[in-house]
């Protein structure tokens, strides 16, 4: 029973730090931010930090998975719905909350040397796309082009707000676009 308490503890101590480092990247910019910082919104010591995460790149890596494991665990959960609207709908609803962040690990993972952990999830949408209702597309584009297409939409939305200073208020106008756009190539 303590084992469990102590357990449940220093995982709560693990999401905090987690979704304080969120907050503090998205309001200051990733390099603006320090451990301290970081330790001092999630009320912990800065031994506390290290004893959950190695560096700050450490901490950035595990955001940048979970929100891969969360593309993949709504997919799970929403098996009645096709697997590339399931995973723009979640890439939305977690951008929406910290647009600079997701924004900047998306960057930060697709250039960092080796393969990219959104890899994973392009593989997944060449598999669909293959097997799926995109046969007209497919007569002129090959599963991995039309991936990059849908992806390149959906950050296309996102940078332009960026671009235009527009606040990101509503994650539906996103998710509407790029889901239109999805029903749009499948025919």
């Not at 469990?4 to 987690?18: D, F, V």
């Not at 990247?25 to 959950?52: L, M």
């Not at 527009?166 to 756009?181: A, C, M, R, V, W």
Request: glycine share 4%; net charge negative.
């Amino acid at each position: 029973m303590e084992q469990t308490r102590r357990m449940r503890k220093k995982e709560q101590t693990h999401l905090a730090i987690m979704h304080s480092a969120k907050v503090q990247f998205e309001q200051q910019g990733i390099n603006n931010v320090t451990i301290e910082q970081i330790a001092e919104g999630a009320d912990v010591s800065r031994s506390t930090f290290f004893s959950h995460f190695d560096s700050l790149d450490a901490l950035l890596t595990e955001i940048a998975a979970q929100e891969i494991d969360d593309i993949f665990y709504a997919i799970k959960k929403n098996e009645s719905e096709p697997s590339i609207e399931a995973v723009f709908r979640q890439l939305n609803s977690d951008t929406y909350p910290y647009p600079y962040l997701m924004g900047e690990l998306f960057m930060r993972n697709i250039l960092a040397p080796g393969k990219s952990a959104f890899a994973r999830v392009d593989e997944l949408l060449q598999a669909e796309i293959e097997k799926g209702e995109y046969s007209k597309m497919r007569e002129c584009f090959t599963p991995k082009d039309i991936s990059a297409f849908i992806f390149g939409a959906y950050f296309g939305l996102i940078f332009q707000k960026f671009m235009n200073d527009e606040p990101f208020e509503n994650p539906d106008e996103t998710n509407d676009k790029i889901q239109k756009l999805i029903k749009f190539y499948k025919h």
